[in-house]
């Protein structure tokens, strides 16, 4: 190699050794390219949308309806102030605004009656608060008008800018597809020589080798009845084999991965580092990440939000945290997201999607591990470990192993319960098997 550099040609400039301390070494020096041009919109770009977005906005508020009793409230004037650009990284479009409202508004019951008048203010319109916009309301006049229009008032005008901020953020992405749709079309115009295929080299394939695991040590001393801590340890650092078989999909064909589904299978903050390695691949092309009813903190989820964020897996849309052992702290940090990526939807609501029961809990007995886990009869089993419906063949085919699979190991259950006032709500259960003075491994009748 430094036989090549120092060589003169006419390609290869004359190089010494390495470069001194102070003095530029043009191998090493990154410039623009002469044209300006930025090839597949790698680099970050802005462009200041403020006063096209501004007028629009108070156009739309101008223009905003309300219903009975306050159909004949209309808003006088609207002031928006802030900032607002489209911003374009990778190809991916977005509209990042920050904005502060204010209007005046005035409405009558139709009756005759005085006039009711007073203002609104909405300090902080951004994509983060677009869902819950928080509305500073003001009104000296005291009666039904006041009160329809603190209630129903305040809430027709955060539709109305919710839904006008949604439009210009779907025009902007309609009007960066329309010059890719026509050079495609002009790509394909008639009597156009054919391409010719060019025969590539076949990619070297690369295995990645496990490392050698060490001999099981003998445990020291079974644990007591009920105790899972030792077998939580164990498997603490053990990867689950459902987030294996995920890594394996997306290091051999990242193309492929659109969805990766990883709903309750007991992952752990220690989990999501070769994740989140995987998901950094140049080819990743995943779409749904589903990590809901698993066991991640918010020091997990801080470190997935921070990668995300970072650039990590830029064709993530959705992403599914729910269920998870999250403080108010540790959903913030998912609310956070939508700041950098406008265009990723994390849904934090404990829920499995498109769940399906498989069975029922019958008898619970008291004193079984089952009762212990908190089982109630009457209980749909939704998810049972990494089982879920698509997998799910009865239970003697599928639940009957796996329990007898796991003695004395944790199984992590999702139910469907009846809650007060008939009210269906999704349970994370943590079930052990294991033998009790009873009969059976979980002390309850699945049916």
Known sequence: LH????????????????AKLGEGDQRWIVKEREDGRNCNNWHWTSKDVSKNTKEEL????????????????????AEVTGEASINNRKGKIFLIYDLEVKLKWEASDGEGGEACKGSMKLPDVSATMLDDLDCEFTCKSSGGVATAMRKQGVAAVRRCIEAAMLRMQEEVRAEKARPEAEAVAETRRPNATPAVAV???????????????PPPQPKPAEPAAGSDS???????????????AALRGLRQEPEAQ?????????????????LIQALHHSRCAVETLDLAFNRLSDAGVHVLCRAVASGCAMELSSLRLGGNKLSPAGLALGQSLKQSRPDLLVDLKPQLKDARSMCQVGNVYPGSPAATAGLRTGDSIIAFGPLLHAGFRGVSESIVPAVKASVGRPIDVVVVRMGEGAQVQQLALTLTPQTWSGGGLLGCILK
């Open 199 to 213: 025969p590539l080299p076949k990619p070297i394939a690369v295995s990645t080798v496990p490392a050698k695991q």
């Open 230 to 244: 030792g077998e939580e340890e164990e498997g603490e650092d053990k990867l689950p084999p459902a987030l294996e």
């Open 58 to 77: 108070i156009r739309c508020l101008e223009a905003c309806t309300f219903e009975p009793p306050i159909a004949l409230a209309r808003v006088k004037s």
């Open 3 to 18: 036989a090549r550099l120092t060589a003169r040609g006419p390609h290869l400039p004359l190089y010494d050794g390495m």
């Open 258 to 274: 659109r969805e990766v589904c990883l709903a309750n299978c007991s992952l752990r903050d220690s989990h999501l580092e070769p």
